[in-house]
């Protein structure tokens, strides 16, 4: 019986992983002497492919890196973003004035005394009668200015003509608390010093 290259096809996968007999090896090493053809099947067969190694940690922290770059650029634009919305608040509030009055209220009064007579003098606030918190932003807090000449006494009034505050003196360049005030209600100051210009700041 001729031996053809198809016997030697089936006997080569034993003949490579070394569990065929004896006889099927002869028998293969003779074939392969003459046949070119199996003599290559067999070397392709017994050489192990050469694939590279895959990473599996490249492979699974690949998309992890492009998600958290992704997430890096959306936290600097919001960040940025931000940035650009407090800083033109801010700027909104310090030199807008509408607004800044809204967030920074303040009521102004400036009492002249030319005569020098001291007696108490009710006082005018920002042109109006009554000192009125009516901005939950007001700090309830007034301050004898700087510039002023003199020390002054005050006494605040509710409407009814009720003492709310007695008789407190306040240096030039001292803040007194006003707490006791409500908001939005009106109330009435009044105030005595001496000969000179007193400038008074509600905040």
């Known amino acids: 019986m001729k031996i053809t290259c198809d016997i030697i096809s089936d006997l080569i996968?034993?003949?490579?992983?070394?569990?065929?007999?004896a006889d099927s090896r002869r028998l293969i090493e003779e074939h392969i002497r003459t046949c070119e053809k199996c003599r290559q099947k067999i070397g392709y067969m017994a050489d192990p492919i050469n694939c590279p190694e895959i990473s599996e940690d490249a492979e699974v922290k690949e998309p992890f890196l492009k998600i958290k770059k992704r997430?890096?650029?959306?936290?600097?634009?919001?960040?940025a973003i931000t940035i650009c919305i407090l800083g033109?608040?801010?700027?909104?509030?310090?030199?807008?004035?509408?607004?800044?009055?809204?967030?920074y209220p303040r009521s102004e009064a400036t009492i002249i005394n030319e005569t020098g007579r001291s007696e108490w003098l009710t006082v005018n606030i920002s042109g109006k009668k009554y000192l009125n918190f009516s901005s939950v932003f007001y700090?309830?807090?007034?301050?004898?200015?700087?510039?002023?000449?003199e020390?002054?006494?005050?006494?605040?009034?509710?409407?009814?003509?009720?003492?709310?505050?007695d008789s407190i003196t306040i240096e030039p360049?001292?803040?007194?608390?006003?707490?006791m005030l409500k908001n939005d209600q009106n109330y009435?100051?009044?105030a005595k010093c001496g000969k000179g210009?007193?400038?008074l700041n509600f905040f």
């Not at 003949?15 to 007999?21: A, F, G, N, P, V």
């Not at 033109?88 to 967030?103: D, K, L, P, R």
């Not at 700090?139 to 510039?147: C, M, P, Q, V, Y």
């Not at 360049?173 to 707490?179: K, M, P, S, V």
């Open 173 to 179: 360049g001292e803040t007194i608390n006003l707490d």
């Open 139 to 149: 700090n309830k807090e007034l301050i004898n200015d700087a510039n002023s000449s």
């Open 197 to 199: 210009t007193v400038f």
């Open 13 to 21: 996968p034993s003949y490579i992983d070394d569990i065929c007999t």
């Open 151 to 165: 020390k002054v006494a005050i006494m605040i009034y509710d409407e009814e003509g009720r003492v709310v505050m």
């Open 71 to 79: 997430n890096r650029i959306h936290v600097i634009a919001a960040v």
């Open 88 to 103: 033109s608040a801010m700027f909104a509030v310090q030199e807008v004035g509408v607004i800044h009055n809204y967030f």
């Open 188 to 190: 009435i100051v009044k």
